[in-house]
C-alpha cells in the first residue's frame, strides 16, 4: 500500500522567510496529491493540491511542485506570515484510492 | 448548510467500554471517513465508506466497528475501549472517492480511554 513520508516534522521561520515541506510516497498509482493545513485546535482544510498531469500549482504564496519520477512533492510557501502558523499534511491517493496521509510538518512563523 | 457535524465533541470512558461516534454531513457526498490523529502520527484511517451501503478498512481498523446508516450519517463504535485509542477522531466526507476529492472534516471528537 501507500506510505507516505514528510520532512521536516517541526519548521520555523522568521515573519517574511520562505518555508519549504517535503513528502515522498510510494505508489506509483498515486495521482493527487492534496495539502491540509490544521491551526491549533481546529479541523483540517485543504489549502491546495495537484494532480499528476501537472509539475506545479500555485495559488497567491503558495505552490506544490510535483516530480512523478522520483516520487516527491513538496509545499511552498513564500512571505510567511504568522497566520501560516498551522500543522501542515501532505497526503497522496488516487482515482478511488484511499488518501494517505504524512505525518505533518508543524510550522512556526516569528514576528 | 453545516457541513459535517460529529457528536460528542468531548468523552471519557474507562477501559472496558463502549460508545459510538457519531457523524452527519450535509452536502449530499456520497463518501465518508473515520480517521483518528496523534501527536506525531498524522491522520490515519479507520475505515471509510465509498458510497452508501458499503464500508471498508482503511489503516487501523482494529477495535472498531463502522455503520453506514444512510447517505447522511456515518457512525463509529469502540467496543471495548482500550487505552491505546485515546485520540482524536475526525469524520469527513467527500463528493465521490478521496483520491481526487476534497476531504470536508468535521470539529473533532476528542476521546479519552483512561
Known amino acids: 500500500g501507500e506510505n507516505v513520508e514528510q520532512h521536516p516534522s517541526t519548521l520555523s521561520v522568521q515573519e517574511g522567510d520562505s518555508a519549504v515541506i517535503k513528502c515522498t510516497y510510494s505508489?506509483?498509482?498515486?495521482?493527487?496529491f492534496p495539502w491540509y493545513k490544521q491551526e491549533l485546535g481546529k479541523r483540517p482544510q485543504l489549502i491546495i493540491d495537484i494532480r499528476s498531469n501537472v509539475g506545479e500549482k500555485k495559488d497567491q504564496r503558495i505552490a506544490v511542485t510535483l516530480n512523478k519520477t522520483a516520487k516527491h512533492f513538496s509545499l511552498h510557501i513564500t512571505e510567511t506570515q504568522p497566520e501560516d502558523s498551522a500543522v501542515y499534511f501532505c497526503a497522496a491517493g488516487g482515482g478511488y484510492n484511499k488518501l494517505i496521509f504524512g505525518a505533518g510538518t508543524r510550522l512556526a512563523v516569528h514576528p | 448548510n453545516a457541513g459535517v457535524t460529529q457528536t460528542p465533541k468531548f468523552q471519557v470512558l474507562k477501559t472496558g467500554q463502549s460508545m459510538t461516534l457519531q457523524c452527519a454531513q450535509d452536502?449530499?457526498?456520497?463518501?465518508m471517513y473515520w480517521y483518528r490523529q496523534d501527536p506525531g502520527m498524522g491522520l490515519r484511517l479507520i475505515y471509510y465508506?465509498?458510497?452508501?451501503?458499503t464500508t471498508d478498512k482503511g489503516e487501523v481498523p482494529n477495535g472498531y466497528n463502522v455503520s453506514r446508516l444512510n447517505k447522511r450519517e456515518f457512525s463509529l463504535r469502540l467496543e471495548s475501549a482500550a487505552p491505546s485509542q485515546t485520540s482524536v477522531y475526525f469524520c469527513a466526507s467527500s463528493e465521490w472517492g478521496s483520491g481526487g476529492r476534497e476531504l470536508f472534516f468535521g470539529e473533532g471528537s476528542r476521546l479519552t480511554v483512561l
Open positions: 465508506s465509498a458510497s452508501e451501503g
Open positions: 452536502m449530499n457526498h456520497n463518501s
Open positions: 505508489d506509483s498509482a498515486s495521482n493527487y
